[in-house]
Nanobody
Framework: QVQLVESGGGLVQAGGSLKLFCTTS????????MAWFRQAPGKEREFEAA????????YYADSVKGRFTISRDNAKNTVYLQMNSLKPEDTALYFC????????????????WGQGTQVTVSS
């Protein structure tokens, strides 16, 4: 069982930055592909970014490419999401997710989820 805990969310003005953190329990963090999703009120959960086991390969949704950066530190059992040039439309509950297989865009393919951290971008 893997437990994921997100943090780092908050209120920021448009154009600002935030860094999200997702820490995990257990000793098997390096075995999981990690991803960030977000869900705005009334909308479906959407893929934003993913990173492979070693951290060498990353994947991004077009909406965040060039603004968001995903990274991981396997020694600290932590995955990060650096968010720059934030826009009001980035406002959502952000979730960290893990799966054993290669990354997927579909939320249903992930094995473990955190509870989410709220990001609110004011205009």
């Amino acid at each position: 069982q893997v437990q994921l805990v997100e943090s780092g969310g908050g209120l920021v003005q448009a154009g600002g930055s935030l860094k999200l953190f997702c820490t995990t329990s257990g000793r098997t963090f390096s075995r999981y592909t990690m991803a960030w999703f977000r869900q705005a009120p009334g909308k479906e959960r959407e893929f934003e970014a993913a990173i492979n086991l070693s951290g060498v390969s990353t994947y991004y949704a077009d909406s965040v490419k060039g603004r968001f950066t995903i990274s991981r530190d396997n020694a600290k059992n932590t995955v990060y999401l650096q968010m720059n040039s934030l826009k009001p439309e980035d406002t959502a509950l952000y979730f960290c997710a893990a799966r054993v297989l290669a990354y997927s865009l579909r939320p249903g393919d992930y094995d473990y989820w955190g509870q989410g951290t709220q990001v609110t971008v004011s205009s």
